[in-house]
């Protein structure tokens, strides 16, 4: 069984940073693609907006909305994708998800997210 466990989030003034972590543990071969969402109250999961991602290479892809202010990483050793956050605004409050596809036997690739962590930018 594979987790997703992220951390990190919290109540911030706008123009202040965060930095949040999402740890894969379980049975766990390969991952390729990780990558960051949100969603904001009111929107379904489906319509979750992808804010960045990163390949198993370290190739990285940003919405246009956190170009320059965020920052997305991994760490493979410890199979951990970060986002660290600064400028933040108050239109950037939402819950962030991690999410990531992960070989965890034979040839099959599953995607795996994260439960959530809050993030809430306001004075």
């Known amino acids: 069984q594979v987790q997703l466990v992220e951390s990190g989030g919290g109540l911030v003034q706008p123009g202040g940073s965060l930095r949040l972590s999402c740890a894969a543990s379980?049975?766990?071969?390969?991952?390729?693609?990780m990558s960051w969402y949100r969603q904001t109250p009111g929107k379904s999961a489906k319509e979750r907006e992808l804010v960045a991602v990163v390949s198993d290479t370290g190739s990285t892809a940003y919405a246009d909305s956190v170009k320059g202010r965020f920052t997305i990483s991994r760490d493979n050793a410890k199979n951990t994708v970060y986002l660290q956050m600064n400028s933040l605004k108050p239109e950037d409050t939402a819950v962030y998800f991690c999410?990531?596809?992960?070989?965890?036997?034979?040839?099959?690739?599953?995607?795996?997210w994260g439960q959530g962590t809050q993030v809430t930018v306001s004075s």
């Open positions: 379980g049975s766990i071969l390969s991952i390729n693609a």
């Open positions: 999410k990531a596809n992960i070989l965890t036997g034979g040839t099959y690739w599953n995607t795996y």
